[in-house]
């Protein structure tokens, strides 16, 4: 996972509960990424944040809710309003000093459960 | 548009065999393409990572660019089990840094099953 870290594994929630996952960072890399990855879906964007206290929505940022005060740090919350909260979900950085140069980092994901 | 089509497979081939792993687009403005590697129930990896037209190798990879077509390919010689995941391509207009069309879009995934 070249020093991305996703916790837990894997998460169980009930219905109506909210839930955090942790994305952890030792690469110093400026932005980080949630996707979202159902079966037969490509990956979608969720939010992202190019800079600390600073975040932009994704295309399905409807029911989830992020911060960034530490660069290493960037956890989403998942609320009771998504709708279809159970999914594999995906934190991804970039290293923005590089340009283009740079490829997209995932960590090993965080699977959740909300029955 | 920011479509992109990959064919979900599965995609089963003998060991030893030379895989062909294809995605098209609809945006001709893509220029940066990659494809990443997958396995169950973890991250995706990067394999190859090409800007614009052409060919690039690396080891047994090959990744290829057809621009004009609007077609990349991911060829894996002499295949082996351990190459048994599902393979994502993703492409993106500008350098892939933010979100909306700044941003990276995905095929759905072509799942590999390697025989051995």
């Known amino acids: 996972d070249g020093g991305i870290t996703q916790s837990p594994k894997y998460l169980f929630r009930k219905e109506g509960q909210n839930v955090t996952l942790s994305c952890e960072q030792n690469?110093?890399?400026?932005?980080m990424y949630w996707y979202r990855q159902d079966p037969g879906q490509g990956l979608r964007l969720i939010y992202y944040?190019?800079?600390?206290?600073?975040?932009q929505k994704g295309d399905i940022a409807e029911g989830y809710s992020v911060s960034r005060e530490k660069k290493e740090s960037f956890p989403l919350t998942v609320t009771s309003a998504q709708k279809n909260p159970t999914a594999f979900y995906l934190c991804?950085?970039?290293?923005?000093?590089?340009?283009?140069?740079?490829?997209?980092?995932f960590g090993n994901g965080t699977r959740l459960t909300v029955t | 548009q920011k479509e992109v089509e990959q064919d979900p497979g599965p995609l089963s081939v003998p060991e030893g065999a030379i895989v062909s792993l294809n995605c098209t687009y609809s945006?001709?403005?893509?220029?940066?393409f990659m494809w990443y590697r997958q396995y169950s129930r973890k991250g995706p990896e990067l394999l190859m990572y090409?800007?614009?037209?052409g060919n690039k190798e690396d080891g047994r990879f090959t990744a290829q660019v057809d621009k004009s077509s609007k077609y990349i390919s991911l060829f894996i010689r002499d295949s082996q089990p351990s190459d048994s995941a599902t393979y994502l391509c993703?492409?993106?207009?500008?350098?892939?840094?933010?979100?909306?069309?700044?941003?990276?879009?995905f095929g759905k995934g072509t799942h590999l099953i390697i025989q051995p």
């Open positions: 991804a950085t970039l290293n923005l000093a590089l340009g283009q140069n740079s490829p997209l980092h």
């Open positions: 944040s190019q800079i600390v206290n600073d975040f």
């Open positions: 993703a492409m993106s207009a500008l350098f892939f840094s933010g979100g909306g069309a700044d941003g990276l879009t």
């Open positions: 690469l110093n890399h400026d932005a």
């Open positions: 945006n001709s403005a893509f220029q940066y």
């Open positions: 090409t800007y614009s037209s």
